[in-house]
C-alpha cells in the first residue's frame, strides 16, 4: 500500500471511498467518480501498484481537479483476497513481468480504456492513464504500444520493462502523447534511475516527458508529486 506524505485529507475521505460501489460493467472492476452522462470531459484512470487493489490510488482524486471524472481500477490477476497485480515477478529482481501477462493484462486494459472512453462521452485525447508502480509500468506498456487509446501517462515511481525497451522505434503516433515521470529518490523498491532511464529513453525517441525528482521521499508519493500532478492534468487538457 502506498504511503501518502502530507495528504492529511485522504484520511478523512477514506471511509466514503471504502463505500464506494465496485463497478463490474466493463472488462476489469474499478471505482468511479464520474458522471456518465457528462460530455467531453477528462477522464483519469488510476491503476495501483504490486499486491495493492482499486482502493489503495482512489483518495487522489480529492487532490486533481474537479470537474475530470476519475476511474480506479483492479488489477487481473488476485494474488490473495484484496491482493491483485497485473503480471507475475520474473525472478528475484523487479518487475520483469512474464511476457505472456503483460500481453494478456494489457490487452484487457486496452479494452477497458476503450469501453471507458465511450461510456464517459470523451475523446481518447482526454484520458489519461496515472500509474503507481506496477501500475505505471503497465501505462508505459499500453501508451507507449498504442498511442493512439490515450492522450498521456502519469508514471509515478515507475520503469519501462527491458521486454518493451527492446522494441520501442521512433514512431510519430507516439508525439501526441503527454507524459508525466515522478520518482523519489530515495526509492529502494524500483530506483529513482528507474525513472531516469525511462525519461533519457523516452526523450531518445523525440518524446518530451515531464519529469519530477522528489529528494528524499521513497516508494510512496508525496504531497508535492500532487501538487506538480494536479497542474500537468490541468495543462495537458485539449
Known amino acids: ?29 474499478y471505482l468511479e467518480q464520474a458522471h456518465p452522462d457528462s460530455n467531453n470531459q477528462p477522464l483519469v ?20 481537479p474537479a470537474s475530470y471524472n476519475y476511474l480506479s481500477v483492479r488489477a487481473p490477476m488476485v494474488m490473495e483476497e484484496g491482493s491483485y497485480q497485473w503480471f ?11 511476457t505472456d501477462d503483460l500481453k494478456t493484462s494489457g490487452q484487457v486494459l486496452l479494452d477497458f480504456i476503450a469501453q471507458a472512453t465511450k461510456k464517459y462521452h470523451t475523446d481518447p485525447a482526454k484520458v489519461f492513464l496515472v500509474g503507481f ?19 498521456g501517462i502519469a508514471a509515478l515511481s515507475g520503469r519501462i520493462l527491458p521486454v ?34 525511462a525519461d533519457s529513453l523516452l526523450q531518445s525517441l523525440s518524446l518530451k516527458p515531464e519529469f519530477h525528482a522528489y529528494p528524499g521521499v521513497g516508494h510512496s508519493i508525496s504531497g508535492a508529486e500532487m501538487q506538480d500532478l494536479s497542474a500537468w492534468l490541468q495543462r495537458h487538457n485539449p
Open 1 to 29: 500500500m502506498l504511503k501518502f506524505l502530507a495528504l492529511l485529507t485522504l484520511l478523512a475521505s477514506a471511509a466514503v471511498h471504502a463505500q464506494t460501489p465496485l463497478q463490474t460493467d466493463l472488462p476489469l472492476q
Open 45 to 64: 484512470i488510476f491503476l495501483h501498484g504490486y499486491g495493492s487493489n482499486e482502493q489503495d490510488l482512489f483518495g487522489i482524486k480529492d487532490e486533481l
Open 88 to 98: 507475475r515477478k520474473k525472478g528475484e529482481g523487479a518487475y520483469n513481468g512474464e
Open 133 to 151: 508502480s506496477q501500475g505505471a509500468i503497465m501505462s508505459y506498456e499500453v501508451a507507449l504500444r498504442h498511442p493512439e487509446a490515450v492522450g
Open 164 to 197: 518493451l525497451k527492446s522494441e520501442l522505434k521512433p514512431d510519430e503516433k507516439r508525439q501526441k502523447l503527454a507524459i508525466f515521470i515522478g520518482h523519489g529518490t530515495a526509492d529502494k523498491r524500483l530506483p529513482y534511475t528507474d525513472g531516469t532511464d
